[in-house]
Structures are given as structure tokens and as C-alpha cells.
């Protein structure tokens, strides 16, 4: 049958299971809005307040649920701002398709009004970016943009459309969405021999990351820690893949993570490092990284192989896939004076914090206790970030969402958007700082307008939090534009824009209000006042050894 540009676009969508799209209309991509309005009971359309909320919203509903999230943006600048939301999902390859349209083929190239390469501009923060000139190729295409975004190692894919196109006429016959692409696993003889090295080893160790989660394997990579003892500790991406209320579990590793993790990478004699790209927020001294220590890799990218910690062995493929072959060649093995070690740890070493005033901390594990660790938590990036990555425990993968690589302030409030649209059935709350909020607090307007029933926790202290903490501890307390004066209202903020809102200053009214938030169902916001000195414990120095990590006690002897 024949069919234009736009509405083969949405056909498409159709074909690859998309129920969902976040976006923001303008004149080069109205064809495809108004085949859409066609579509309306079949595609649900959120409407941002922002492109960078579209992207961060699609980011988030990918992350949720492992499926692709969908974007839409006109040209100039509605597709130049979904960029930062691209590199966010680039940095931690979450499947996201940004669909944009462009001027006329025959406006291409010149000064045309609202006309960018955008295809051009996202070339090294997607897996793939490609412009469409030509509707005989466009529902290809586009097939091809979804199996690039969720094969392999996933990550987002662009793909422009020049309006000509969307209007053009051509014959379209619908397909049936294609299966991820595979990727070739290892080989017995090198599964064999990684399981000789765990065999061997006596004090095993796992660093789980986000591979775990994207691939499915918490189950497996589980089964993994208690068939040889081995004690596991996360990276921020990989919270959830191994479960926070687990015996074994010690916490984050790295800069802001646990002495009981830092010290035990000193210790251990194998570290399994699984999907883990080792950031430098992770490894601190790359040259003193699990020195005494074997490493062995399980990535699906091989590029992650020797990038920036060299291993003695690498297993390339699935991880779900990869450990299900091994874990018949894995012998169970006690190693009871190891996990004793580690247990001594965890007593010599506990996270502590002041709970007689409210604090981030205790602001984390209160949600942690009301919503019994079962919620889906966002977070914007800062010192909320890392208080929300060490006192909730999370158990279920996809339920810890925050941009970790770009380190992206603004992400929050989108992506938690989309992660409760995607899952209706959980409860999701956004953690932000003031810093973060400023800069997306617009995207309230959205979870208003369709009462999205997420939690957003405004953690108030009146400075860039963690650019303060930095100031404070190497920058001599000279704290350079990171003070806001203003002493601007965030609840009443919320509640023009049509959300329940609540001020808060002492646990007990924190308590009180997240009661009340988790029975409405619309949108809350909580605005927490918290000190502007509260830090961020324990901390290594940037480019120090993880295991050097400080807390208040050690700065205070």
C-alpha cells in the first residue's frame, strides 16, 4: 500500500512494539505529528515542556524496561537540544531512538531557516546518526535505527528526516520487528579456562556494573557469588543487578564508595569484573587498582577490554548468555576465613550518619523503609546521587535510574517521567538536588498535565552541594559561586504548577509527608531543608587509591 514519510514513521513504531513516545512538535516534523494524531490510540504521545526532558523521559522509559524509548524533535533548535539527553544515554548505553526531521532536501545547505546537521552534530555521542533524503528508504531506514539501539552493547541511534520525505508517497509492506542481532560468545576452552581461575582463587571478589542489569544476569551472576563466596560490591550503573540486602553484598566500590568494598579490592586475590567499564570514579590510581589481584572480564564490547585497566582475561559476549555456559564449569567452593575477613570489615566500617536532624542520608533511608525497597528511585546528579546510591537498598535490577557517565544535572525529573509512564504497576521518586532542579523543574508542568503519579524529592541545601564539598576540602573553603542566595520556595514553585507540594525541615515531617505522597495518586513534591555543610561520606581524593577513602572521623583525629 502506499503510504506518506510521516505515516510510514509511525507504522514503523509499530512494528517495533513502540507503545510510548516523549517529544515536542514544530514545522519540519508536523507531518509526522499529524499522522500521529491518527495513531493516538495506538501510540501514546507525552508532551514535555522541554526536547531535553523528551530525551531524558525516553532515557528513562528505556531503562525501566529495557525496551527502546522514543523521542521525537523538530529541526534547529528542537533537535540541538536533545543532545545532552543523547550523550547521557551514549555514556551508558541505554536504547534510545531520536527521531528528528530536517528542511527539504532541496534547502539542505543553505542557511535554510531552523536548518542544522543534527546527524552530523550527534556523530560521536550515538552508535549510529543518519539523515533520510529519500522515502523509497525511510521504514528501512528506520528498522535498522531500532536493531542498532538494542543490539550488541545498546546505546542511542539518530535518524533525520528531511520534511520532503515525510510528505512523499511510496509503497510500504509491513515486517515483523527483528531480533536483537547476536553476538558470538566465548568459546568453550576460554570459559574452561576462566573457570580454572576461579577455582584457584582464595579470596574471589565481583564487581558488578551496569552490563549486569542491561543483560538480564542478576540471577545468574547471583547464582555466581554463592557457588565460590565471593563477596560483590557495585558500580553506580550497577545497583539493583545484585541484590543491597544480600549477605555478600558490601556496597559501592570507588570514589564514594564503602571502605568495606575499597579495602576489600586490596585484599581479594580475583576480581570478576562484570560489565563494568571501570571509570575512574570507580578505580581512583589506576596503578594501585586490585593490585594484588587477577582480573577477569566479562563485557559484551571488546573495546572495554584493556581500555583503561589491563585484565589477565576476558570473556566477550552476553552476559546472561556467558554465565549460563560457565556456571556448570564452576565448582562450588567454600572460602568461610574470606567472607570472615569481609564480615570484619563490615563491623570496623559501617555507613553512619547524624540521624537527629534530617539529612540526605536519613532522608534515603526513610524512602528505603516506606516504600520497603520496592520503588523505582531517579536521581539528578550530585551529593543526593551518591547518598541515594549508598542507603537504599536496591534488589530488583532497572530500579536504580541516574545518568552516571555524563553526569547529567537535569536528568531527573524526565527520566523518572518516563520510567512511570513505563511502569505504572511501581512507585517512582525522583531525588534531586536544588542545583538540579533549576534546571528542570519546568518538566512538573508535564507530570501535571497528565498526573503522572511520581514522587519528586527535593533535597534543599542552598548550594551546589557537591561542587561545595570539593570547595570545602581542596579549594581552602573559598566557595566560588556555588551559594544561593535567593531563598527561593520550591513547594510553592510545585504547587503553581498544579503539584501537590510539602516544605519540609525535621524527619518527622518528612515521615508525615511521604506518607501522604505515596497514598495520592499525582503528582508530590517534597522540598527537604537540609544544612549547606552536610557532606558526602566516605570519599577518596580524586586520583588517590580507593582504599585511602576518608570519612568525618578521619578528618576529625
Known amino acids: 500500500m502506499k503510504l506518506t514519510g510521516a505515516e510510514i514513521v509511525i507504522e514503523c513504531l509499530k512494528e517495533q512494539g513502540v507503545d510510548t513516545v516523549f517529544g515536542y512538535p514544530g514545522g519540519t516534523i508536523l507531518n509526522v505529528y499529524d499522522a500521529l494524531y491518527k495513531h493516538s490510540d495506538e501510540i501514546r504521545h507525552i508532551l514535555t515542556s522541554h526536547e531535553q526532558g523528551a530525551s531524558h523521559a525516553a532515557d528513562g522509559y528505556a531503562r525501566a524496561t529495557g525496551k527502546v ?58 552508535k549510529y546518526s543518519m539523515i533520510v533524503k529519500d522515502v523509497n528508504v525511510l521504514a528501512d531506514c528506520l528498522r ?10 545498546p546505546g ?38 576462566a573457570g580454572e581461575m576461579i577455582a584457584k582463587a582464595k579470596r574471589p571478589m565481583i564487581f558488578t556494573g551496569g552490563g549486569t542489569v542491561m543483560s538480564g544476569a542478576s540471577k545468574e551472576l547471583t547464582e555466581l557469588a554463592h557457588l565460590i563466596d565471593a563477596p560483590v560490591c557495585d558500580s553506580l550503573m550497577g545497583k539493583g543487578g545484585f541484590p543491597g ?12 564508595g564503602t571502605k568495606i568494598a575499597n579495602r576489600a579490592l586490596r585484599e581479594c586475590d580475583l576480581l570478576i569484573a562484570a560489565g563494568v567499564r571501570f571509570s575512574d570514579r570507580d578505580t581512583g590510581n589506576t596503578a594501585t587498582f586490585a593490585e594484588n589481584a587477577t582480573i577477569l572480564q566479562f563485557d559484551i564490547d571488546r573495546a572495554e577490554v584493556n581500555k583503561n585497566i589491563n585484565v589477565d582475561r576476558a570473556l566477550i559476549g552476553d552476559m546472561k548468555e556467558t554465565l549460563q555456559a560457565l556456571l556448570p564449569m564452576v565448582e562450588k567452593k567454600s572460602r568461610a576465613s574470606w567472607l570472615k575477613e ?17 539529612t540526605g542520608p536519613g532522608i534515603m533511608q526513610m524512602i528505603d523503609k516506606k516504600t520497603n525497597g520496592e ?65 528542570n523543574m519546568n518538566e512538573l508542568l508535564t507530570a501535571a498535565r497528565y498526573n503522572i503519579p511520581m514522587i519528586e524529592v527535593v533535597i534543599n541545601n542552598s548550594v551546589l552541594g557537591m ?91
Request: proline share 5%.
Open 245 to 256: 540486602t544480600d549477605p555478600l553484598y558490601m556496597g559501592m566500590l570507588g570514589m564514594h
Open 375 to 439: 520503588a523505582i528511585i531517579v536521581t539528578d546528579v550530585g551529593q543526593h546521587q551518591m547518598w541515594a546510591s549508598q542507603y537504599y537498598r536496591y534488589t530488583e535490577p532497572r530500579t536504580f535510574l541516574s545518568s552516571g557517565g555524563l553526569g547529567t544535572m537535569g536528568y531527573g525529573l524526565g527520566a523518572a517521567i518516563g520510567a512511570q509512564v513505563a511502569r505504572p504497576d511501581k512507585q517512582v521518586i525522583n531525588i534531586a538536588g536544588d542545583g538540579c532542579f533549576r534546571m
Open 69 to 126: 524509548g522514543v523521542c521525537l524533535a523538530t529541526s534547529g533548535p528542537g533537535c540541538t537540544n536533545l543532545v545532552t539527553g543523547i550523550a547521557t544515554a551514549y555514556m551508558d548505553s541505554i536504547p534510545v531512538v531520536a527521531i528528528t526531521c530536517n528542511v527539504g532536501v532541496s534547502l539542505l545547505g543553505k542557511d535554510t531557516f531552523q536548518e542544522v546537521d543534527i546527524a552530523g552534530i550527534t556523530m560521536p555521542i550515538t
Open 156 to 193: 542511542p541511534v539518530l535518524i533525520d528526516i528531511t520534511k520532503d520525505v515525510t510528505a512523499a508517497t511510496c509503497d510500504y509492506k509491513a515486517k515483523k520487528m527483528k531480533k536483537p542481532t547476536p553476538v558470538k560468545g566465548p568459546s568453550n576452552a576460554e570459559l574452561k579456562a
Open 342 to 358: 569481609i564480615d570484619k570489615l563490615k563491623e570496623k566500617f559501617p555507613l553512619k550518619y547524624d540521624n537527629s536532624t534530617l
Open 467 to 557: 561542587v561545595r564539598q570539593w570547595q570545602n576540602l581542596f579549594y581552602d573553603k573559598r566557595f566560588s559561586q556555588t551559594t544561593f542566595t535567593d531563598g527561593v520556595d520550591f513547594a510553592k514553585i510545585a504547587d503553581a504548577m498544579g503539584v501537590k507540594s510539602y516544605c519540609v525541615r525535621t524527619n518527622e515531617e518528612f515521615a508525615a509527608a511521604m506518607d501522604e505522597a505515596l497514598k495520592a495518586d499525582c503528582p508530590v513534591c517534597i522540598e527537604c531543608r537540609i544544612d549547606s555543610d552536610d557532606m558526602v561520606f566516605p570519599m577518596a581524593a580524586p586520583g588517590q587509591a580507593i582504599e585511602e577513602a576518608f570519612d568525618q572521623d578521619d578528618l576529625n583525629k
Open 144 to 153: 535498522r535505527a531500532f536493531d542498532i539501539a538494542r543490539s550488541g552493547r
